[in-house]
């Protein structure tokens, strides 16, 4: 019986950690396989912790600060002039908790989880920007949609506009996983591959999304130098 535990703990694992590297490129598809796949990530999650007794995690200060945040905004929502709008975005809100423990606990406790999770967001963020370019410089991207605004880009999102925000949330954890995972890929051509990206924010037309990626390179740069 403990062997089968152990072997359902493994295949639920890996599973997760599966998932968790398709995750970048489901949220470049739209929001249904996005929010698909964290769903089932956080509920293979509490399998986990039902199997491994991992639920000394959710003890933890973060977890509490959430779900102090989380009922805040829950009562609040008994306030708001639309009660049912405002508790539907409120109420499921918990999920993002149990996905943030989840990624946490799969890097974690995967064997090179770190390093194929780093891969995947390279390979992913790749070919978004390959193919911002690509619409930047043809006016189409490589499916031959044109762009919706001739001061925009859209890119692989089409016509919701959100290249530069996508570049902006993604490229962060990129970096922070460079710094961690060494040696995996030549600096350099890292260094090269973020300043792509970051022009390609600007080219974007997202504003917004280019004073926070600079704000973010601003501050992360004394690592790139040890300092």
Known sequence: MELKEKYLYHKLLLFSSLLLFLFPAAQVSGPLFT???????????????????????????????????????????????????SIKSTLPYFRFCLFSVAVCYILMNSKNCVKYFYISIFVTLSIVVFDG?????????IFGFSQPRPDRLGGLFFDELILGSYIQKILPIFIT??????????????LLFIALAYLLVFLSGERASFILLSFYLILITPFFFRI
Do not use: A, P
């Not at 600060?65 to 002039?81: G, P, V």
């Not at 370019?133 to 991207?141: A, E, H, L, P, V």
């Open 35 to 85: 929010d698909l796949f964290l769903i089932i990530m956080s509920c293979l999650f509490l399998l986990i912790c039902r199997h491994d007794n991992q639920f000394c995690l959710f003890k933890s200060s973060y977890l509490k600060i959430f779900i102090f945040f989380w009922i805040y905004i829950n009562l609040t929502s008994f306030f708001s002039d639309s009660f049912f709008l």
């Open 133 to 141: 370019y690509f619409q930047f410089f043809t006016g189409k991207n």
């Open 177 to 190: 996983l460079f710094v961690i995972s060494k040696n995996i890929i030549n600096k350099y051509y890292i």
